[in-house]
């Protein structure tokens, strides 16, 4: 349809009249401040229908004041947000079509688990009976119904998980943001908890924004995911993208497994630049000005110890470290510039580095991955 729509109107423009797929949830430049401190920075992002979100990034970046202003909780003080096509900056949370699950499930200690659960029909002024016929298919849906006539405080924090789900669930909201709900999980528990929440969320067709400073969280549950640093969107993208190509400095060091480097574009043809580092000049696939400033990133797993002619990118490092992570033996070794370098060979193959020893390692060009949103 999109393609037809350009070409009779010759742009998107100019396509009021054309049934574009309607977005869950769109930020418009969202910027928050409390006092002089700026807690969210011109954050702007489209949901699409039926998206898993995730929201990224170190303590402090600014998820849980993005998701406050979507949840209607904090009132931005510049951008607009759209629920549903309809902009709801200044409605109240229950106006929003939304449901919110925090990290402590914030339940209500007072109330029964069936209570807890029919709090947000009742807020509703929904009948009564129909209240309780919900609630019923609800607790029964979570596996909580043996549950219902106990008081939060005598749950686990499996059960406790569930109840909070169950009443964020029970009135069927267009979007449901979790600031890390998992988080006071077990370990144990929360693989099996995530796999539950994917499958939820995909039956159910519910937007899903979950904020989350654990990136195996969001590698693995998000559609989108979404990297902050400092109040400000770093990177947006699926997982693969952000993994694969990451696009500053920041993304690629937070992001498991990069070697980062810092350097001058001293030549630029054919598409490849030499950057000159403090720990020896490199190629990297790209384009840039002679003389600028520039990142770049290579995976530890596109890092070799048997060197060979395609290895154009070279140096000599002491390895101070070999750890084992599974599957994976990472090396751990300093480079000239006193930066880490890591470098991880499966757990299959021979072990032929040791602790202590000086090797020469190398990676081809197109293992390199240019930092185009910022030198960082
Ligand atoms: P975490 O993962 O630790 O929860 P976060 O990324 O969710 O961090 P936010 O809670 O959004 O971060 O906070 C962003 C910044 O805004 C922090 O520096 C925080 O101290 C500050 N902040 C948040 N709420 C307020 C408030 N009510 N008054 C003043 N500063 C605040």
């Known amino acids: ?47 699409a229908k039926g998206q898993f979100v995730c929201l990224l990034g170190p303590s402090g970046c600014g998820k849980t004041t993005s998701l406050r202003c979507i949840a209607g909780l904090e009132e931005p003080d510049d951008g607009d947000i759209l629920i549903g096509g309809k902009e709801v900056t200044k409605d109240p949370p229950w106006e929003r079509d939304i449901a919110m699950m925090f990290q402590d499930f914030a339940l209500f200690p007072h109330m029964t688990v069936a209570k807890n659960v029919a709090f947000g029909l009742e807020m509703l002024k929904k009948p009564k009976a129909a209240i309780a016929e919900r609630v019923q298919q609800v607790l029964k849906s979570f596996e909580i119904a043996a549950l219902a006539d106990r008081k939060p405080g005598s749950l686990s924090g499996g059960q406790r998980q569930r109840v909070a789900l169950a009443r964020a669930m029970i009135t069927e909201p267009r ?43 969001a590698f693995s549950l998000g559609d989108l995911v979404v ?30 497994g990069n070697n980062v480097f810092h350097g001058k574009v001293v030549q630029s043809a054919d598409g490849v630049l030499k950057v000159d580092t403090p720990s020896g000049s490199f190629l990297v696939p790209g384009s840039g000005q002679i003389d600028s400033t520039v990142s770049f990133s290579v ?54 580095i040791a602790a202590g020893q000086v090797t020469e390692l190398g990676w081809r060009p197109e293992d390199a991955v240019l930092h185009t949103g910022g030198a960082g």
């Not at 430049?29 to 969210?40: H, P, T």
């Not at 943001?177 to 929440?197: F, H, K, N, Q, W």
């Not at 993208?241 to 992001?255: C, D, G, N």
């Open 227 to 256: 990297v902050m640093n400092h109040a400000k969107i770093e990177q947006q993208g699926a997982p693969e993208e952000i993994l694969q190509r990451p696009a500053t400095a920041f993304v690629a060091s937070f992001v498991q």
């Open 299 to 352: 995976r530890a797993e596109n890092i070799t110890d048997m060197v060979g002619d395609r290895h154009l990118n070279r140096l000599t490092a002491r390895c101070t470290a070999v750890e084992y992570f599974g599957s994976v033996r990472r090396h751990i070794f300093e480079r000239p510039d006193g930066e880490i370098l890591k470098y991880d060979q499966f757990g299959a193959q021979a072990a032929r």
């Open 1 to 47: 349809m999109d393609t037809l729509a350009h070409t009779v109107t010759g742009g998107e423009a100019a396509l009021p009249a054309i049934a574009r797929p309607q977005l869950d949830l769109e930020l418009r430049g969202i910027r928050k401040r409390y006092g002089d401190f700026i807690a969210v920075d011109g954050v702007s992002l489209k949901v």
């Open 175 to 217: 979007i449901l943001l979790l600031d890390e709900p998992i988080g006071a999980l077990d370990y144990s528990l929360r693989e099996t908890v995530m796999l539950e929440l994917k499958l939820l969320q995909q039956r159910t067709g519910i937007s899903f924004i979950w904020v989350t400073h654990d990136q195996n969280e």
